[in-house]
Structures are given as C-alpha cells and as structure tokens.
C-alpha cells in the first residue's frame, strides 16, 4: 500500500533468509534434488517451474542452499537445459 501524502509505494519485498545452510529438518540429499530437477526439465519445466515444485510439493525453499548450485547452473552441467 502506498503512503497517503506521497508518491512513495512502500518499501515491502520478500527477503532471504540470512542461514546459507539447509534446515535441520530437511531430510533430502543434494543427489535426490538434483536427479528431480533433471526429471522435471525432461518433462519440459522451466527452471522457475522446477523452483515452484520443489517448494510447493518437496519443502526445499532454496535449491542454492541444498546443492551449491542454481537450478540453471544444475540444468547445464547435466546437458539438461531447455532449447528456446
């Protein structure tokens, strides 16, 4: 919402969590997530597709923290990537 005496539209974003280490709680190894994005890209998911499902279904919030890489940097080293 902006403010109401000027031309300012607020401040409001989402922000990252400061810990670059995956939660305590999440079980899944570097390998799985890899081996799900390759499997989503096959089917023809965009890599921001990939970041929904993996966030929505599988609770990984950020791949970069899980594997040390981005889903994009993932996708070309396993020869993955989408042709466009």
Known sequence: MGRLHSNGKGISASALPYSRTPPAWLKTTPETVVDQICKLAKKGATPSQIGVVLRDSH??????????????????????????
């Not at 609770?59 to 042709?83: D, E, F, H």
């Open 59 to 84: 609770g990984i919030a950020q791949v970069k923290v899980v594997t040390g890489n981005k889903i994009l940097r993932i996708l070309k080293s396993n020869g993955t990537i989408l042709q466009t």
